[in-house]
Nanobody
Framework: QVQLVESGGGLVQAGGSLRLSCVSS????????MGWFRQAPGKEREFVAA????????HYADSVKGRFTISRDNAKNTVYLQTSSLKPEDTAVYYC????????????????????WGQGTQVTVSS
């Protein structure tokens, strides 16, 4: 069973930056596209960013485009989300997950479509 562990969240001032990390225990990490999602209290979990298996292509939600950058290091089984120019509306618990390609990750799906979700990492942006 794949385990996903997110980290790097914290409390930051508006305009600040954080780098989030997600480490996968999967032995076939490089075979999957990876994505980041977030969920604010009382709201649905939403797609944030995705990266292809090789790291050659990326896709972002309009709300974070130009501010967030997704990357991966397959040697470390890790996907990153570099955030910048953070806004209070970015406050949420951030999760990562994997799928066959970036298009699938960016397409709204029920949470049970994914076999496993980690605990997430909390990002809080103050104004």
């Amino acid at each position: 069973q794949v385990q996903l562990v997110e980290s790097g969240g914290g409390l930051v001032q508006a305009g600040g930056s954080l780098r989030l990390s997600c480490v996968s225990s999967g032995r076939t990490f490089s075979s999957y596209a990876m994505g980041w999602f977030r969920q604010a209290p009382g709201k649905e979990r939403e797609f944030v960013a995705a990266i292809s298996r090789s790291g050659g292509s990326t896709h972002y939600a309009d709300s974070v485009k130009g501010r967030f950058t997704i990357s991966r290091d397959n040697a470390k089984n890790t996907v990153y989300l570099q955030t910048s120019s953070l806004k209070p509306e970015d406050t949420a618990v951030y999760y990562c997950n994997q799928d066959v390609n970036t298009i699938t990750l960016a397409t709204p799906r029920r949470l049970s479509s994914y076999n496993y979700w980690g605990q997430g990492t909390q990002v809080t942006v103050s104004s």
